[in-house]
C-alpha cells in the first residue's frame, strides 16, 4: 500500500496546477492520470503520419489568452519567458458571403472597446442601436458575481440573446461565436455564465480580447517539462491509474485505483466531470452537500475536431485561426503550419497544409460522419480555395466530456473548497467566485484547492491574480 500526504486525482491543468502549489511548499505529492499523457483536454499524444514520421496529435485549437494569469504563471515554472507562447494580431471572424469582424486594435478598457467595436462593425448602425433592449445590453457592464447570477442563471443565453434585439447579421458576428466557444448550445446555457464569459474576456479583460498561440504541442512546450519540474521536487506522478473510488474519514483519504490503494491525508478531485460522477457514485464519507453538488454536474454537447492534412495551404493572406458562423456547424478554422513548428515542418517538407476544423456544440442526434461533411462544407464555404484540395490523411475526434452550464444550475455547482477538509476539487466546472473559464478556471482552481490544503498544514498560500471583478456599472 502506497502512501502520500496529498494525492492528486487527474492529470490536467487543474491537477497539475495544484500539484505545482503544493510541491513548492515541501508537501509530498502523489499524482494519478489515467491516460499515458498529461494535460487533460489541452494534453498532446503520440500519432503518426502515413509515412511513419512521428507528431504530436492534439484535441483541437487552444487559445491562450492575455488575462490567464494563472496559467501562464504555471507556464513560467518552465519557461520563464514564456518563449513557448507566439502572439496572434488579430482575432477574425468569417461569415456567410464574405462577411468578416475584426477585433484587432479595439481599445481595451471600457467602455472605450465596446464603443469603438459598435462604431466599425458593419452589421450594426445608429438606426439599429435604438431598438437594442438598453436594460439587457446594460448587463453586460454591470457584471457582479453576485447579482448576475441571481439575476440571470434561471434564463437561457439563447432568450437573452433575442430579448437583446440586435439585428440578426450583427448578433451572429458578435454574439453567436462568442455564446459557442463555451461548447454549450445558447438554449441550453445560462445567461450568467454567458455574462461572466462577456466580462472576464472582453469587458472586464485590461488585456485586450487578443491571445497567443502554443509554438510547440502542448505536451512538448508544457506538460512534459511540468512533469519534470514536479518530479524534481518529489512528485510522484502515476499514469495509467485510473481512480475508482475514494475513502474518506476525518483526517485520512484512502483512493482505490485498480488494483491498489492509497493512502494520504488529502485529496485534490481534479477530474473531468464523467470521472468525477463516476468516482463519486462509489465513494464513501463525502459530505452529503458534496455528493449533491456534483451529482448536479453534467457534459454538454459533443465537440468535433477534424484535422485534414491536405495537398495544398489555403491562400497566404488566411489567418492562422478565425471564428465562423453561419457556416453551418463550423465554428473555427486553424491552419497549423503558422501555429506549431511541428506542422511547419511537415509542411514544408510535403509541401501540404494541415487545416483543423472544429464544431463546438454538436446536436447530440447528428451522425458523425454527417458532421465531417459538414465541418468540410463549411471550410468550402469560408475558404473557396479549398475546394481543390486533396486530402492526403486526417485525424478526427469526436468527445463529449466538457462541463455543461446549464440554467440554473450555478446553485448547486461545488466550489473548490468543500465541507470536509480532506477534499477539495479543481476543475473547469467549479464555480468560482469571479469570471474566469476554460484553461484559466482549471489553473485558477487548482490553485485554490492547494492554497485551502496549504492553510489547513499552517503554510504559507500561493498568490492568485485576477481580472477586474465586477463590471464597471455593477
Known amino acids: ?94 461569415g456567410p458571403n464574405g462577411a468578416s469582424e475584426s477585433f484587432a486594435g479595439l481599445p481595451k478598457r471600457t467602455p472605450l472597446n465596446l464603443m469603438e467595436l459598435v462604431r466599425r462593425t ?32 434561471d434564463v437561457t443565453a439563447r432568450s437573452y440573446l433575442d430579448g437583446l434585439r440586435f439585428p440578426d447579421a450583427a448578433r451572429h458576428m458578435l454574439f453567436d461565436v462568442f455564446a459557442h466557444s463555451f461548447f454549450n448550445p445558447e438554449e441550453d446555457y445560462s445567461a450568467a455564465e454567458l455574462l461572466a464569459m462577456f466580462h472576464f474576456y472582453f469587458l472586464g479583460n485590461p488585456e485586450g480580447l487578443v491571445f497567443d498561440v502554443m509554438r510547440r504541442p502542448f505536451g ?27 475513502e474518506r474519514e476525518p483526517g485520512r483519504v484512502r483512493v482505490h485505483v485498480e488494483g491498489e490503494t492509497i493512502d494520504g491525508k488529502a485529496v485534490v478531485l481534479a477530474l473531468a466531470v464523467p470521472a468525477l460522477k463516476d468516482v463519486a457514485s462509489r465513494s464513501t464519507g463525502l459530505p452529503s452537500s458534496l455528493v449533491d453538488g456534483i451529482a448536479s454536474l453534467d457534459v454538454t454537447w ?33 491552419i497549423f503550419e503558422k501555429l506549431e513548428d511541428e506542422s511547419a515542418a511537415w509542411a514544408t517538407r510535403t509541401g501540404g497544409s494541415i487545416v483543423e476544423l472544429h464544431a463546438y456544440a454538436v446536436p447530440p442526434a447528428m451522425p458523425e460522419p454527417d458532421v465531417r461533411a459538414a465541418l468540410i462544407e463549411g471550410l468550402h464555404a469560408a475558404y473557396p480555395e479549398m ?88
Open 1 to 94: 500500500m502506497e502512501t502520500s500526504d496529498v494525492i492528486v486525482c487527474g492529470g490536467g491543468i487543474a491537477g497539475l496546477a495544484a500539484a505545482t502549489m503544493l510541491a513548492e511548499r515541501g508537501v509530498r505529492v502523489t499524482v494519478l492520470e489515467k491516460e499515458t499523457f498529461l494535460g487533460g483536454r489541452a494534453g498532446s499524444f503520440a500519432d503518426r503520419h502515413a509515412d511513419g514520421t512521428p507528431f504530436e496529435m492534439e484535441r483541437g485549437f487552444h487559445a491562450f489568452f492575455r488575462q490567464y494569469y494563472n496559467l501562464r504563471a504555471l507556464i513560467a515554472r518552465v519557461d520563464p519567458e514564456l518563449a513557448c507562447l507566439a502572439p496572434l494580431h488579430d482575432y477574425p471572424l468569417l
Open 122 to 153: 458593419p452589421t450594426l448602425g445608429v438606426r439599429d442601436l435604438l431598438g437594442v433592449d438598453v436594460t439587457r445590453a446594460l448587463a453586460m457592464i454591470r457584471f457582479d458575481p453576485i447579482e448576475t447570477y441571481a439575476r440571470w442563471d
Open 220 to 246: 512538448v512546450a508544457l506538460f512534459e517539462p511540468l512533469a519534470k519540474y514536479l518530479e524534481a521536487r518529489g512528485v510522484t506522478i502515476r499514469r495509467g491509474a485510473s481512480v475508482r473510488a475514494i
Open 302 to 334: 459533443p465537440f468535433s475536431v477534424l484535422r485534414l492534412f491536405v495537398d495544398r495551404a489555403p491562400r497566404a493572406d488566411r489567418a492562422p485561426f478565425a471564428g465562423t458562423t453561419g457556416l453551418g456547424i463550423l465554428d473555427n478554422i486553424s
Open 387 to 474: 475546394r481543390e484540395a486533396k486530402i492526403t490523411g486526417e485525424r478526427w475526434l469526436h468527445r463529449r466530456d466538457c462541463p455543461a452550464f446549464r440554467p440554473g444550475s450555478h446553485a448547486l455547482r461545488p466550489r473548490p473548497v468543500t465541507e470536509a477538509a480532506e477534499i477539495v476539487l479543481a476543475g473547469d466546472f467549479v464555480k468560482m467566485p469571479f469570471a474566469t473559464a476554460l484553461m484559466e478556471r482549471a489553473a485558477t482552481s487548482g490553485m485554490m484547492a492547494a492554497n485551502a490544503l496549504l492553510r489547513d498544514r499552517g503554510l504559507r498560500p500561493h498568490d492568485i491574480r485576477v481580472p477586474t471583478k465586477r463590471g464597471m456599472l455593477a
